[in-house]
């Protein structure tokens, strides 16, 4: 159990263009989603907490107009890059929270998309 | 989130036990310690979290220090595809479970 989808698995966009990707919990209610960006050879970066039907928490230097976060339903979350840039290019990655009372903290993360902007 | 320390790098054999370290000196007594692995271009993957006592699963066994300062995640037998980054992350729950990544040990498996 525990399985988180995103989709896209890679997309390549013209720079300019938006870009949506998808973040599901197919088997549980997510009660948090959370979304990461890594640049190659680096850790995961936080960018945004969010709760369902509650706007989204940016983390400090994240823009919050640039990428916008739609918690729409329980299981359902989506991340937009608007107007992409070339320095956008990075692998996204998502993941949920079940918030079961035997793993509070636990994060179940998606594959990852692989975003560039050429 | 209480401050992580791990080797950057790490080699094992195939089919022999690993242990990889985990410093967090600065733990506070509500802080779960929590271990997930990436494997190459895929998202990271949970382990195995614990707060007081030894913690088994099907993947690893994770050890902790009677005083909490220090933790060691357990392989008992390393394959090819244990080869993956290990974050060790200590948190609290609180602002809104946030998980703060480092940059993980590197555990190379040789066959």
């Known amino acids: 159990g525990a399985v988180v989808s995103q989709h896209p698995s890679w997309v390549i966009c013209k720079s300019g263009t938006s870009v949506k990707i998808e973040c599901r919990s197919l088997?549980?209610?997510?009660?948090?989603m959370f979304w990461y960006r890594q640049f190659p050879k680096q850790s995961l970066m936080l960018m945004a907490t969010?709760?369902?039907?509650?706007?989204?928490?940016?983390e400090q230097g994240v823009e919050k107009d640039k990428f916008l976060i739609n918690h729409a339903s329980l299981t359902l979350s989506t991340l937009t890059v608007t107007s992409a840039h070339p320095e956008d290019s990075s692998f996204y990655i998502c993941?949920?929270?079940?918030?079961?009372?035997?793993?509070?903290?636990?994060?179940?993360f998606g594959p990852g998309t692989r975003l560039t902007v050429l | 989130d209480a401050k992580t320390t791990q080797p950057n790098s790490m080699e094992s054999n195939e089919e022999e036990p690993v242990h990889l370290p985990c410093n967090h000196s600065?733990?506070?007594?509500?802080?779960?310690i929590h271990w997930y692995r990436q494997l190459p271009s895929q998202g990271p993957e949970y382990v195995i979290h614990?707060?007081?006592s030894n913690v088994n699963n099907r993947m690893a066994s994770l050890a902790i220090a009677e005083d909490r300062k220090s933790s060691t995640l357990i392989l008992h037998r390393a394959t090819l595809r244990d080869a993956a980054v290990y974050y060790c992350?200590?948190?609290?729950?609180?602002?809104?479970?946030?998980?703060?990544f480092g940059k993980g040990t590197l555990l190379t498996v040789n066959p």
């Open positions: 993941s949920a929270r079940r918030g079961a009372s035997r793993d509070p903290d636990t994060q179940y």
């Open positions: 088997d549980f209610q997510a009660t948090t």
């Open positions: 969010s709760n369902e039907g509650s706007k989204a928490t940016y």
């Open positions: 600065t733990i506070s007594g509500t802080d779960y």
């Open positions: 614990g707060l007081t």
């Open positions: 992350i200590a948190n609290s729950g609180g602002s809104n479970y946030k998980l703060t």
